[in-house]
Structure formats: structure tokens, C-alpha cells
């Protein structure tokens, strides 16, 4: 109580200096705030004061050079489960010194905010208010203490238009608490503790920091909460901060750099995060807006970064690229959509096939059926809705057609192989009931690899494809034109093609004349495709 008083009565007599204009050195919002309750109380307006800065060679509270505070000790402990007292927190020269002194502020009731004079004076202010200016006043710009003395100067007067964000002194007190807020959450996501060995005794872990704002001691708390009894150091080049397992121990600096940090599972780190970067996906813009570029040197991964930006830009983009993207040159050029495809190996079972989307809304693949020495293998577009739901190809609508033009044409079904070019069906909603929808080119380029390994293994004579779908497929043209081959054989790959319509295609042209027409270019398809395989003879010989 005697140094409570004593603090008091420096601060009644630093009233009178600051009144015949002498200046006040503050250290921190402790300081700050007895020195106000005592100039408001002395009616000192905001401009007959002069506040200097602790780089001004300032203690705690100099009012002139004949009212000198206490000397302060180097380290101050503090209890994160005790706060300190007022008495603790005036003893202290610390920039960062740790107010968590008692509310000055309390509210009387839920209708409106009370405040409580403090000791020898009546000055009152509100809870929001208080909390507003301690949290204002880590934020580190050259006249902080001068300005909220300001704001609580116009309070006192009754202008609690100050609190507002429209009013000019509001709109900075509202920008100096956001902008500290953001140091703390920012100081809480790039911290990044080294581990020290063991042997060498506490603190376990130790990082560095170089805050904006004196956020060092709020900030502390939040990582007493998060590493338990584990013992660390949090060192900036104004404070630091030490956490032992049960009480906090705020000094001054005690590292001069990051550099003197050293974790021996660092490289482990570094190992691990060259391996997960992707050059092909680097956008070091965005990267930068996640990370501003002033905390990258502090990170480990930050002794990284630019040379792999760097060879990210000197060709390194390519590792996480096909083989075949990253071999182009040039900035835009023509593609087919099998050159867009990914290199990747094919799926062992038709049913695992995942090489493009239609499967997540197919019943399940549908292979070809037939006799594995076929000659004439018929090629369609993809299964329908009554395939997709039995797993059998051609065995609706169109299927039933099909089966009278083959035998108009003399042709039997259990001698050929029934086929698509793509395995799952592709359809939209209509109603209750799904609607073919035609493949796209790229799902018949993924599709591919199935219809080719059928090729391989019956080594049909005749295709025939049944459609414009089915001919691209077959031929890997993705130009030709149906009209254009209608009932001419063609020689690929030394195989005999014959082009006709699909049997879907007869069933939804509208008049009859035009439905006997395209029934009559399938029979004929049909029956070249039977005079090619008796004559026994592939294109090359």
C-alpha cells in the first residue's frame, strides 16, 4: 500500500509539472492510464501535454527530470491464473509490461454501461471503452498516447460520438484495435518453435518473432493454453517471453535473431516440404497473399521458397505435368482431346474404370458379348437405359431392331460381337425416365483403351459402326463424317470398316419413307460385312 500510495503521489506531483508544461514519459498503458486519471482529474487539456515515447529515454512515468519512477527490475513473473497487481505492473519498465490489473470498468446493470471513478479522482468511462483503448494501445504508431488521451478527454467532456467508427478520432480508434488484433491472430498462425535437445535443459522449444504491434504478452497467453506444462521462449528484438510450465516470465530481449535458433529436425521439415511442392500448381501471388512476404523469413520453409520459385520458373513446372503437356512450347495451340488426356495406367477391370466422370452416374459397365474368334464385330455408341440397368449390350429398342435388320440381312447375332465404344451410359433426367445424351469426344477418347483391347482379343475381319460416335471411335477420327462413308468399305489398320446408321437413329426418324430408307443402308452394311468375310481377304492382301 505505501508503494501504492507513493506511485500516487509522483503521479499528483507529475499533474502540476505537466500543468506548467513539463512533458510525460509513458512505457505502457499501466503508466498511461494513472498518469491520464490524474491530468483529467487536473482538468489538463489534451493539448498542454506533452507524452514521449520510452525511445525517448522515458521510464515508466517521468513527469520532468525531478519525478523519476520507481527503478524497474529486468524480469517480471507473471501468473497466468494470477493476473499482477496494480503495484507489480507500476514496478515494471517493461514495453511489454503485462496490465492485467483489475477492470477499471464495471457495468451496474443489463440497460446501460457503468463506470467506476478511479481512486482520488471522478473520472468514469465506460467497459467498451476501456477495452478499446488498452487494446489500442500496443498498436505502435509515434503519438498513441497522446491520441487516446484525446479520446478520453473528448469522453469526459460527453462527445461519446467518439466511439463511433463515423466520427475522424472513432474511425482511427476502431482502425489501431483492428490492426492489432490482426498482429495477434497473424503472431498466433506464423509462430514456429524450434525444438531444442533435451540435455540443454529449458525452455524445450524457442521461437522467434518480429510483431508490428506489442501483442508479446496477450499472445503468450494463447500459447500457455495451447503447449500445456511444455516449457518455451518466444523472443522478439523489443521482449521476450518465457513460459516454464507454470508461471510466465515476461525480460527483455534475450536472442538478437532467428538466426541463433537451431532445430536439428528442421532438414527433416525442409525434406518433407520439398517433396510436397508442386511447381505445375505455383502461384506465388496467391501464395503471398496467404503469407505476407514479412513473415516468410522467419519460417523455415522460407529458406526454401524462392529457389523453388525460381526453378519453378526456369522449366521445373513440367515435373507435375504430363509428358506430353510438358513437352509443348508456346502459349496456345490446338489440341485433340487425346492429347489432353493424362498419361495413366488402365484400370485391370472394366468395372474399376474411372478414366472419365460417367461412371459415378452409370448402373455399371457394359462389355461387348460374342464369340471370342467373331469376324464381324458390330460397334455402337454406348449403352441405353435397359443395358445400363441388365449389363448386356443391345437388348432394348434399338437392340430389338436390330436383331430383324440382321436377319433381313442373313446375318446371325450369336456369330458376331456385340460392342460400344463407350461402356457407361450417358443420360440426363427427363421426368422419371433417363434420356440418352451423346458422349463427348474426351469420354470416347477415355473410353478407348476398352474397345481397343476387344480389337486385340477377337481380331475381327469387319467392323462394322453402327453410327457417327461409333466410326470416329473405330477410325480415331474425330473429322469424318458419317454421310461421307455410308455403305464404302474402308481399310484401317488391316480391317475391312463398313459405316451405317445406328438402329436408334431409324427409330426416331418421323416419317416412314425416311425410316425404310435408313433400314435399307443398315441391311446393306450388314450384308457387305458378310460378303467381306467370305471372301476371307483383309485390306493388305
Known amino acids: 500500500m505505501d508503494g501504492i500510495a507513493s506511485g500516487l503521489g509522483q503521479l499528483a506531483d507529475a499533474a502540476e509539472a505537466v500543468a506548467a508544461g513539463a512533458p510525460v514519459r509513458v512505457h505502457d498503458f499501466a503508466s498511461w492510464r494513472e498518469a491520464a486519471r490524474q491530468l483529467l482529474a487536473a482538468s489538463v487539456a489534451p ?8 525511445d525517448q529515454d522515458g521510464d ?12 524497474s527490475p529486468s524480469a517480471v513473473n507473471v501468473s497466468p491464473a494470477t493476473p499482477a497487481t496494480p503495484a507489480m505492473t507500476a514496478a515494471t519498465a517493461d514495453l511489454f509490461g503485462n496490465d492485467a490489473a483489475a477492470p477499471t470498468v464495471l457495468t451496474p446493470s443489463a440497460a446501460a454501461p457503468r463506470s467506476v471513478p478511479a481512486a482520488g479522482t471522478g473520472v468514469r468511462i465506460s467497459r467498451q471503452l476501456m477495452d478499446m483503448l488498452q487494446k489500442a494501445a500496443c498498436c505502435r504508431v509515434p503519438d498513441r498516447w497522446a491520441f487516446l488521451y484525446r479520446v478520453v478527454w473528448r469522453w469526459r467532456q460527453g462527445e461519446q460520438v467518439v466511439l463511433s467508427a463515423a466520427d475522424e478520432d472513432g474511425s482511427r480508434l476502431h482502425a489501431m484495435v483492428k490492426a492489432v488484433r490482426r498482429e495477434e491472430h497473424d503472431m498466433h498462425a506464423y509462430i514456429r518453435f524450434r525444438e531444442r535437445a533435451e540435455a540443454d ?28 506444462k511444455v516449457s518455451w521462449l518466444i523472443a522478439t528484438p523489443d521482449a521476450s517471453v518465457l513460459w516454464d510450465g507454470a508461471a510466465l516470465h515476461l525480460s527483455g530481449p534475450l536472442l538478437r535473431s532467428e ?3 537451431i532445430d536439428a529436425g528442421e532438414a527433416l521439415w525442409l525434406t518433407y516440404y520439398r517433396s510436397i511442392f508442386n511447381p505445375a500448381r505455383l502461384n506465388a501471388k496467391l501464395m503471398e497473399s496467404h503469407i505476407p512476404s514479412r513473415f516468410w523469413k522467419n519460417l523455415p520453409e522460407g529458406q526454401v521458397v524462392p529457389a523453388m520459385v525460381t526453378q519453378a520458373a526456369a522449366g521445373a513446372r513440367r515435373t507435375g505435368q504430363t509428358v506430353s503437356v510438358g513437352q509443348r512450347h508456346g502459349t496456345t495451340i490446338a489440341i485433340t ?10 484400370p485391370s477391370a472394366l468395372a474399376q474404370c474411372r478414366r472419365c466422370p460417367l461412371w459415378q452416374h452409370a448402373t455399371q459397365a457394359v462389355a461387348g458379348v460374342g464369340p471370342g474368334d467373331a ?17 448386356l449390350p443391345f437388348i432394348g429398342p434399338a437392340g430389338q431392331l436390330l436383331d430383324r435388320v440382321m436377319d433381313a440381312a442373313g446375318v446371325e447375332r450369336r456369330a458376331v460381337y456385340l460392342t460400344n465404344a463407350v461402356k457407361h451410359f450417358k443420360w440426363e433426367p427427363r421426368g422419371k425416365r433417363r434420356l440418352h445424351k451423346t458422349p463427348a469426344q474426351r469420354e470416347v477418347e477415355a473410353c478407348s483403351v476398352w474397345l481397343e483391347q476387344e480389337l486385340l482379343t477377337v ?21 469424318i463424317h458419317l454421310k461421307d462413308v455410308l455403305g464404302q468399305p474402308l481399310a484401317h489398320q488391316g480391317r475391312w470398316v463398313v459405316a451405317v446408321y445406328h438402329p436408334s437413329y431409324v427409330l426416331r426418324v418421323p416419317d416412314e419413307a425416311s425410316k425404310q430408307q435408313a433400314t435399307q443402308v443398315m441391311i446393306a452394311g450388314l450384308q457387305m460385312a458378310q460378303t467381306l468375310t467370305r471372301a476371307g481377304r483383309s485390306p493388305a492382301s
Open 47 to 54: 493539448h498542454a501535454v506533452t507524452w514521449l515515447m520510452p
Open 60 to 71: 515508466l512515468l517521468t513527469a520532468s527530470g525531478d519525478h523519476a519512477a520507481p527503478s
Open 201 to 228: 535443459g529449458p525452455p524445450r522449444f524457442v521461437a522467434w518473432f518480429e510483431p508490428a504491434h506489442d501483442v508479446l504478452p496477450q499472445v503468450a497467453q494463447h500459447f500457455v493454453s495451447r503447449m500445456g
Open 259 to 261: 538466426a541463433e535458433l
Open 337 to 346: 482431346a487425346a492429347q489432353a488426356q493424362p498419361q495413366r495406367e488402365a
Open 375 to 391: 469376324r464381324i464385330m458390330l460397334v455402337g455408341e454406348q449403352p441405353g437405359d435397359q443395358e445400363d440397368l441388365a449389363g
Open 459 to 479: 481380331d475381327p475381319l469387319v467392323i462394322v459402326a453402327l453410327g457417327s460416335t461409333a466410326l470416329k471411335a473405330v477410325l480415331g477420327n474425330a473429322h
